[in-house]
């Protein structure tokens, strides 16, 4: 049988990572999503009313964008896959619509979530409202001071805001925190995992509600360019949920290259990066094998990137296989390299992307580009919620006081 | 038979005394007074945690004192070395709890071969599912020497407990609730979830975890079970202890006495 770089073994392995590495605590939770999470996505009821919010609430499909005036800068046909223009403004509701059907199907009333920038959080708290259930969203302290906006964001909505105040107080803290929550709480909780993270099967079960980005690539692609399949497809990646989305209906065509990008922070030698596959080992984060960040004593270390959403120091267990396998190019790009994308797509396309996404639009400088070729890239988000950072450097670049 | 089931003497008074510290807590070299401390002071088994960055099954005592351990520069290697300098006076069976990544990067092998020889007795390693357990590690911490010990829960299913109950040695840790370490969880339900299990008859002694604190919880888990663990309570008497030996005497103390 030909391997599937899509479906992880029965235990959650892809390749030699994944799996399910929990305490006993988690254990009857984990087994309760384990046994029912693919018989109830095939659901044509849940199928129906998935789809049905997709369309209706989120705004599907996105738009595959031909961004003419990049695309003419690189020599290339560059399309855009617009999940910046999603409700909420980033893919991460793909995901939460998904899970929050499955915890309703599943009699939970009470719903956890972890959040690094808040996208997440806000993508949450936007679904429990949806549906009418209690949400409560772990956040780092750190982030909870930078992060204001959303903060503000998620408690209109409804959701309670508990800060993460262990370890370095950031994302992967209050991961922790949702998680030790989720302990204390074994029969009316459902934690939705923001990213293709976590405990089998959390990373296949983000993937699938993900992959409607690429699902709807193809038709989109054909529709423009007769062919279902681009020469390469790039997305950023943290935890890695929109790459996920953006490679799943391509990562068993071999001839379409697949191109990660990780944050680089200040330099992937700095001492203040996010390249995980460029630093990491082998390890156990958050309850999968996977690729991680940490000493050589084996304790997880705090990363850098100016993008709030890919300051994590591990990815999901797919992108280590694609990455260990050699299925996937992975590149870094830097904060200053990033925040230089930024503003050229706002420059020649009139789309001011998410800083993440800008590490995808980085690398388009580090390939070796083929004269024509077709390139998807998926702007994961919007850069709203980055303007205080786009300001900094417009203050450095011209002088401006925003204050 | 294994040291640590050796301590389980049947009609043995009071209940089996298991103390959880933080290895590198409060002291980087505290080990090598708590342990005789321990030892001298009635504890019949010695937990030592190896200090990990994102410990997912402890509450915020535990991961504190982790903190601070890891501050003070406690690595599994230097663990490893204060454990064999304490080799010899120390007749007491060590168990060492942790995470798998701290193990794995040590190298599993490598670990179970360096913590035999520095005299542990069993090990704990909350996030080693009974798969991978079955697939690839427990043939190598057997081989080993070590005994291995699962965890359960009131949620695990008693046909589940049973096969937890096969693959451990030394004893089954009971955790008292499904909650991380220092919960505060009404005692009323622990014991029937303590009955529940002694009625199934099961291979290894039972001890209970997570939530003992004090000589009533204590006297109130051992009436039911074998053994209890203390751990949380243990860790905060020893906050901003210029003396760790005596207050570890003075906790045993308020224990059993």
Request: glycine letters at 10%.
């Amino acid at each position: 049988m030909e391997t599937s770089y899509q479906h992880p073994s029965p235990e959650g392995y892809y390749g030699r990572f994944g799996g399910a590495y929990i305490p006993e605590m988690l254990f009857p939770n984990v087994e309760e999503l384990q046994a029912r999470y693919l018989q109830i996505m095939e659901e044509p009821a849940f199928r129906q009313e998935f789809n049905e919010l997709l369309r209706d609430y989120v705004g599907r499909p996105s738009p595959l964008y031909l961004a003419r005036r990049l695309s003419q800068a690189y020599g290339v046909q560059l399309y855009l896959k617009r999940e910046d223009l999603n409700h909420t403004g980033a893919h991460k509701i793909n995901n939460t619509i998904g899970q929050i059907l499955l915890a309703e199907r599943l009699g939970k009333k009470r719903i956890i979530a972890e959040t690094g920038a808040g996208q997440h959080g806000v993508a949450t708290a936007t679904v429990c409202a949806l549906k009418g259930l209690e949400c409560i969203v772990y956040m780092g302290e750190k982030d909870i001071e930078r992060q204001a906006p959303n903060v503000a964001r998620m408690h209109m909505l409804g959701a309670k805001v508990i800060p993460a105040t262990s370890g370095s107080k950031t994302l992967k803290d209050a991961t922790n925190e949702a998680i030790r929550d989720w302990i204390n709480h074994p029969h009316d909780t459902h934690y939705i995992i923001g990213s293709v993270v976590g405990p089998h099967p959390y990373p296949d079960m983000v993937a699938r509600f993900q992959s409607i980005i690429s699902e709807e690539t193809r038709w989109q692609l054909k529709e423009k360019t007769g062919r279902e399949t681009p020469d390469r497809v790039i997305a950023c990646v943290g935890g890695g949920s929109n790459a996920a989305g953006a490679f799943y209906h391509f990562l068993d065509e071999p001839q379409v290259e697949l191109v990660a990008v990780e944050a680089a922070g200040l330099g992937i030698h700095s001492g203040l990066s996010a390249a995980t596959t460029a630093l990491g080992r082998p390890g156990i984060l958050h309850g999968s094998k996977s690729i991680v960040m940490q000493t050589e004593d084996g304790q997880v270390v705090e990363p850098h990137s100016i993008s709030a959403g890919l300051d994590y120091p591990g990815i999901g267990p797919l992108h280590a296989h694609l990455f260990d396998s050699g299925r996937g190019k992975f590149l870094s790009a830097t904060d200053e390299e990033s925040v230089r994308a930024a503003f050229k797509l706002a420059q020649l396309e009139g789309i001011i992307p998410a800083l993440e996404s800008a590490h995808a639009l980085a690398a388009l400088d580090q390939l070796d580009l083929v004269n024509g070729e077709t390139i998807v890239l998926c702007l994961s988000g919007r850069g709203d919620k980055d303007m205080a950072t786009y300001m900094k450097q417009l203050q450095m670049t011209n002088g401006a006081n925003y204050e | 038979m294994s040291k640590i089931k050796s301590v389980f003497v049947p009609g043995k008074a009071g209940g089996i005394l298991n103390v959880y510290i933080t290895a590198g807590y409060p002291q980087l070299n505290s080990l090598a007074e708590i342990l005789p401390a321990l030892q001298d002071g009635g504890a019949d088994l010695v937990e030592i945690g190896i200090p990990y960055s994102d410990p997912l099954a402890d509450g915020p005592v535990i991961q504190h004192s982790s903190t601070v351990a890891l501050a003070n520069g406690m690595t599994l290697q230097l663990l490893l070395e204060q454990l064999s300098a304490l080799k010899d006076r120390l007749t007491v069976p060590v168990i060492l709890m942790g995470y798998m990544n701290s193990v794995m990067q040590y190298g599993f092998e490598k670990f179970c071969a360096d913590a035999a020889a520095a005299g542990v007795s069993g090990l704990i390693l909350p996030d080693l599912p009974e798969f991978e357990f079955r697939k690839e590690y427990g043939a190598v911490i057997n081989r080993n020497g070590l005994d291995f010990i699962f965890l359960v829960t009131p949620e695990t299913a008693e046909e589940r407990v049973r096969r937890l109950d096969e693959l451990s040695n030394g004893f089954l840790y009971a955790v008292s609730s499904s909650s991380t370490t220092g919960s505060d969880k009404d005692m009323s339900a622990v014991i029937d979830y303590l009955q529940r299990l002694k009625k199934m008859k099961l291979k290894n002694p039972v001890l209970v975890g997570f939530g003992i604190r004090d000589r009533q919880s204590f006297a109130a888990a051992t009436a039911i079970a074998d053994g209890a663990i203390i751990g949380s309570a243990f860790i905060q008497s020893l906050e901003n202890s210029s003396d760790p030996a005596a207050d570890t005497t003075r906790f045993l103390q308020s224990i059993r006495s």
